[in-house]
């Protein structure tokens, strides 16, 4: 209820509310009734100074996203130490980073990737509900034009390799080659990928112009995460880590990072 912006608000959160909560009974009936009775929940989240979000109550992925960047503040903008004159939004889900990043920024041009098509389509709905010009498209960011193979959905869709059963084709697209084409001077970036960061990071330093500032996660673990970071020190940024998490079932880590070079 505190993340909404008034109490025009306050119905949708506390619906929103509801079903974050909703026990897990008679096999998924909830969600499904739910989704029947509720298919899009728009609510005004106050980090985003009057923009709507579009939540799909049956969705644990958005409720999940929702929590990490309206209520959590995983992207904290006020650590920028400059006022960007471009944004690039890799792995955009249904576009909250960019829609945060248009709330600050007005009218910065914003470039969002995002190659899964549920996602592409939320993404979509909440650039045309709120009347905004975000490009929008619909590939996954690498170091190479062309087809890469996709699996997963949700917040966790990846790059697979091609013996992959369940994966699908993509395109990709070269993201030095774009940020060469916007011709920033002064660059912020998210980096969700989901394990793609560690193939692109030592090759787009090249490609960065001297002011520029990241949001990346780590998908490596702890001792890859201290060679990267070492990666960018070389390079100029100063790296400070925003989250760890270690999965309790695997163990595996996953890090949440901001690097800035201002």
Request: charged share 20%; glycine share 10%; aromatic share 8%.
């Amino acid at each position: 209820m505190a993340s909404a912006l008034g109490p025009r608000d306050w119905p949708a959160a506390l619906l929103l509310a509801i079903f974050r909560t909703r026990p897990p009974v008679g096999n998924g009936m909830i969600a499904r009734v739910a989704r029947r009775l509720f298919a899009h929940v728009w609510i005004r989240p106050r980090r985003l100074n009057g923009l709507r979000l579009r939540i799909d109550p049956a969705s644990m992925s958005q409720f999940t996203i929702y929590e990490e960047v309206v209520i959590g503040n995983a992207y904290d903008l006020d650590l920028l130490a400059f006022t960007p004159d471009a944004v690039i939004d890799c792995g955009a889900f249904e576009g909250y980073f960019s829609l945060l990043a248009r709330a600050r920024y007005g009218d910065v041009p914003i470039v969002a990737f995002e190659p899964n098509a549920v996602n592409f389509e939320g993404l979509l709905a909440n650039i045309g509900g709120n009347g905004l010009s975000i490009d929008a498209r619909a590939s996954a960011v690498s170091v190479r034009d062309g087809v890469g193979q996709f699996a997963g959905g949700g917040c966790g869709g990846r790059l697979t390799g091609a013996g992959d059963a369940q994966s699908v084709g993509v395109p990709l697209v070269d993201l030095r080659r774009v940020i060469a084409e916007l011709e920033p001077s002064r660059l912020l970036m998210k980096i969700d990928v989901e394990g793609e960061e560690r193939v692109i990071l030592p090759e787009l330093l090249g490609a960065l112009p001297r002011t520029c500032a990241m949001f990346f996660e780590w998908h490596h673990g702890a001792e890859l995460f201290e060679a990267a970071v070492a990666l960018l020190e070389r390079a100029g940024f100063s790296v400070t880590e925003r989250r760890r998490v270690v999965q309790p079932d695997t163990g595996a880590t996953f890090i949440d990072a901001f690097a800035q070079r201002a």
